[in-house]
């Protein structure tokens, strides 16, 4: 299984809603990233879970709280967005932060808030 | 800071090789990758190659590093419609300081 799984694929929001992102992977991996990707950009660095503990927070306004509630799961809880907040949100997980590099990716979720 | 770049377009002919090319700054990444999303998905990884290597092939994927001039390109021999989607170049020294070019949109024309 080589799989990283996001749901939903799609999610529509308004900007009084709370929701989250879950994503999932039994690959064993102790590393687990949250990107931001805009229209015809490439993928920007949000967050990094190592060993279930934040490591890297690349200065994401408070509206996005991630969680990690053990090593297969990580969610991205999502609270009072803007519309400029629409994006694909793309989770990924690798073996460790350092070291063996590859990193998997899941589909994302396409996030529109109206 | 480190800079990633490549051209935003390519047009192949169905069975031509489709060669993507790509420039980095940071000297120091160890690792340069190619990764492949198709509309609405998300960021298959192609392949990668070490910095100490000169050339990678992996079926119809062939991978050059001049690490002099730091560029990197992708050959896909034998472009089928399927590899149609956008292809970025990216580097890193380790999964969590990966820097993403804008991405190459290949478009297969028949």
């Known amino acids: 299984d080589t799989e990283v799984t996001q749901t939903p694929k799609h999610l529509v929001m308004g900007m009084t809603n709370k929701k989250s992102l879950k994503c999932e992977q039994h690959m064993g991996h102790r590393a687990m990233y949250w990107y931001k990707q805009k229209a015809k950009k490439p993928p920007e660095l949000m967050f990094v879970y190592s060993y279930e503990k934040l490591s890297i927070n690349e200065s994401v306004p408070s509206r996005f709280s991630p969680e990690c509630p053990n090593s297969s799961l990580l969610n991205l809880h999502l609270h009072a967005l803007q519309p400029e907040d629409s994006a694909l949100y793309l989770c990924?997980?690798?073996?460790?932060?350092?070291?063996?590099?590859?990193?998997?990716f899941g589909q994302g979720t396409r996030l529109t808030v109206v | 800071g480190e800079d990633v770049e490549q051209s935003l377009f390519l047009s192949v002919r169905e069975g031509d090789s489709s060669v993507i090319n790509c420039t980095y700054t940071d000297s120091s990444s160890t690792y340069l990758y190619w990764y492949k999303q198709e509309p609405g998905a998300g960021l298959q990884l192609l392949t990668y190659i070490f910095s100490n290597m000169d050339m990678k092939q992996d079926q119809r994927l062939t991978v050059l590093l001049n690490k002099k001039d730091k560029h990197l390109s992708l050959r896909i021999a034998d472009t089928q419609t399927g590899d149609s989607a956008i292809y970025f170049c990216?580097?890193?020294?380790?999964?969590?300081?990966?820097?993403f070019g804008s991405g190459t949109r290949l478009s297969i024309r028949p």
């Open positions: 990216a580097e890193g020294s380790s999964a969590s300081k990966i820097i």
């Open positions: 990924a997980s690798s073996q460790e932060v350092e070291g063996n590099t590859e990193a998997f």
